[in-house]
């Protein structure tokens, strides 16, 4: 097979300099999660975490790019995470995602996705809802390189 | 070079004029400058320069002022991520910015056929005075005084700038309304001619310099509070605003048109 095909699943390693297991005794980097669920399906917009919150909407596989993903992006925000590639019954997550807008009238949200062409319908849905909703909100669109750096920072128009 | 850094920008200036040129050739234009107060390491820093070219930079800088002392830049945390354009709010105030611009762009064409005996003419200069203070002022600077300039530290230089930029251009608008009153064209002119040059300066500052280094250091949360606080101001005055765009556009028509004629 030639090399061209679906670039959110092609095989790749990444050369780095050789760590030595902990053992996970140790919690050196306290987690930085303030509720429970985080799934997009099992999280409810009027749940408290939710209202008047900085909100996370994070694709799964940015917690693994991201070295700082805690400390840097979860900190004093409310999570939501979705995989807009492999998740089913996805025409739920545009709904959800106006009625944190409008119901739970978050303070913004930041949507954090890998630069991997099938991300981009996470980013796209939340633009979508904020299109649909009928109160604005400053969302944050932030793109993850394969190796945890960010490949574009930016602000949608309300 | 230490001391330096904490040097008001227009004493570096004039001992050592090289400096302002150095400054110039990488974008940092404090060389005119009305005030001058800002410390050389402020105005380096919210530049944000690359690590790289701010390095380059103080070391020629330091060569000019310190010839033979070591310059060590202080760490700063570095950019968490690349970011691109403006937050929703700082765009909000930048577009208003255009409008301000547009206005101010009338201001000679206005002024150059001034008869201040004419009726018509003075309610002209009337309406522009209540654009000027309405708009600009109560409704534009309120939002950047009260809710944006709020979340710094209002005694730093950079800011005592911009406060010293709006207290000069009301005063030159409270002037020209005097010399209007006294029916005096050259008092009316020369004021509003010199409120529109400190707003032009004072905007390019602000879009060019201040707002960006404030974008980067405004949190999430910060960027989402100002937002909800600015559209709330926007919905109380949207009607007023609609009112002086369309006055803007009617101005333009008009003047745009008086050009026509005369070209």
Redesign the interface.
């Known amino acids: 097979m030639s090399g061209c095909g679906c670039p959110g699943s092609k095989t790749m390693t990444f050369e780095k300099a050789e760590q030595t297991e902990t053992g996970g005794a140790k919690t050196s980097s306290p987690s930085q999660l303030r509720q429970w669920p985080v799934q997009l399906h099992l999280v409810s917009p009027v749940a408290p975490y939710f209202q008047g919150a900085d909100v996370l909407l994070a694709a799964d596989c940015t917690a693994f790019a991201l070295g700082d993903f805690h400390s840097e992006w979860l900190a004093g925000k409310s999570l939501a995470i979705a995989c807009p590639k492999l998740d089913a019954n996805q025409d739920v997550y545009e709904g959800k995602l106006k009625s944190l807008f409008e119901d739970a009238r978050i303070n913004t949200l930041t949507v954090l996705i890998m630069q991997v062409p099938c991300c981009r319908g996470l980013l796209g849905m939340a633009a979508r809802a904020l299109k649909e909703s009928g109160r604005k909100v400053p969302v944050r669109a932030v793109v993850v390189g394969l190796q945890g750096d960010i490949i574009q920072d930016e602000w949608l128009e309300g | 070079m230490n001391e330096y850094l904490r040097t008001p920008i227009r004493e570096i200036i004039s001992r050592f004029p090289q400096v302002g040129s150095l400054l110039e050739a990488h974008g940092i234009g404090c060389v005119p400058c009305s005030l001058g107060t800002c410390p050389l390491g402020d105005i380096v820093d919210i530049h944000g320069l690359a690590p790289e070219v701010e390095l380059a930079l103080m070391t020629a800088i330091g060569a000019i002022v310190a010839p033979g002392e070591a310059v060590v830049l202080s760490a700063r945390p570095a950019a968490?991520?690349?970011?691109?354009?403006?937050?929703?709010?700082m765009?909000t105030l930048v577009d208003e910015h255009r409008l301000i611009l547009r206005l101010i762009a009338l201001v000679p064409a206005v002024t150059a056929s001034l008869d201040v005996h004419a009726e018509d003419d003075r309610q002209l200069v009337v309406a522009i005075v209540a654009f000027i203070r309405n708009y600009a002022d109560r409704f534009h600077h309120a939002k950047e005084e009260d809710l944006l300039f709020a979340r710094f530290d209002r005694e730093s230089d950079i800011l005592q700038v911009m406060y010293e930029d709006h207290a000069n251009g009301r005063a030159c608008v409270k002037a020209a309304v005097d010399a209007l009153e006294r029916r005096d064209p050259a008092g009316v002119t020369d004021n509003l001619i010199a409120y529109t040059e400190i707003l032009k300066q004072h905007i390019r500052k602000e879009d060019e310099i201040l707002y960006p280094w404030m974008d980067r250091k405004l949190?999430?949360?910060q960027?989402?509070?100002l937002?909800?606080a600015f559209?709330k101001i926007d919905s109380a005055f949207s009607e007023e605003a609609g009112r002086y765009e369309a006055f803007v556009r009617s101005l333009e028509d008009k003047f745009a048109s008086n050009d026509a004629e005369v070209a």
């Open positions: 968490s991520s690349p970011k691109k354009g403006f937050s929703p709010p765009k949190s999430t949360r960027v989402g509070e937002f909800s559209r």
